[in-house]
Antibody, heavy 119, light 110 residues
Framework: QVQLVESGGGVVQPGRSLRLSCAAS????????MHWVRQAPGKGLEWVAV????????YYGDSVKGRFTISRDNSKNTLYLQMNSLRAEDTAVYYC????????????WGQGTMVTVSS | QSLLTQPPSASGTPGQRVTISCSRS????????VNWYQQLPGTAPKLLIY???QRPSGVPDRFSGSKSGTSASLAISGLQSEDEADYYC???????????FGGGTKLTVL
């Protein structure tokens, strides 16, 4: 079935790095743009980044620009988020999401992976 | 700064019709295309409405979306207890190249 599964979350100290992965299955991953969306504890949804289907174009939210890098490997049906210089305010559940139905409409979501930035 | 503004809370009784508004501060948000998401407690969000008023397969027709000017609305008719959730509007801002989410509306079924 159609599925996105995130991994790589955990507890990390401020200033350190972490890489999240999102494994896709059940749909043609290489055809669609992919996004990362995060949600801090008790807060609303915040968009993090997008990557075009072929990896040619990437955009980022202001709060992560210059620190996070989105990438994908279409041969492995996997999306990544490299997070550097992590801050306490990056603590959140990170979701990957796909837009297979309509541009910028996230119709497939992963279950999320928790990232906690704390000393 | 692009912004989507939602009321923080809404409520209704079973069977009632409720609406949730989403007001846009930027006229360049995705040519007026707004999407809506439902997030049940402890779960990932789910796409409820896309392209202002389209329902993905499997979403009951009790849920409907509309837009007028710089505002969009989500309507839920025949309210049910399982509709108690957080609801978010979102849109692509094609001047800032970001997706903007509204702050979310917590719907309580009384």
């Amino acid at each position: 079935q159609v599925q996105l599964v995130e991994s790589g979350g955990g507890v990390v100290q401020p200033g350190r790095s972490l890489r999240l992965s999102c494994a896709a299955s059940g749909f043609t991953f290489r055809n669609y743009g992919m996004h990362w969306v995060r949600q801090a504890p008790g807060k609303g949804l915040e968009w993090v980044a997008v990557i075009w289907h072929d990896g040619s174009i990437k955009y980022y939210g202001d709060s992560v620009k210059g620190r996070f890098t989105i990438s994908r490997d279409n041969s492995k049906n996997t999306l990544y988020l490299q997070m550097n210089s992590l801050r306490a305010e990056d603590t959140a559940v990170y979701y990957c999401a796909s837009t297979s139905l309509f541009p910028y409409a996230f119709d497939i979501w992963g279950q999320g992976t928790m990232v906690t930035v704390s000393s | 700064q692009s912004l989507l503004t939602q009321p923080p809370s809404a409520s209704g009784t079973p069977g009632q019709r409720v609406t949730i508004s989403c007001s846009r501060s930027s006229s360049k948000i995705g040519s007026n295309i707004v999407n809506w998401y439902q997030q049940l407690p402890g779960t990932a969000p789910k796409l409820l409405i896309y392209n202002n008023n389209q329902r993905p397969s499997g979403v009951p027709d009790r849920f409907s979306g509309s837009k007028s000017g710089t505002s969009a609305s989500l309507a839920i008719s025949g309210l049910q207890s399982e509709d108690e959730a957080d609801y978010y509007c979102a849109a692509w801002d094609d001047s800032l190249y970001v997706v903007v989410f509204g702050g979310g509306t917590k719907l309580t079924v009384l």
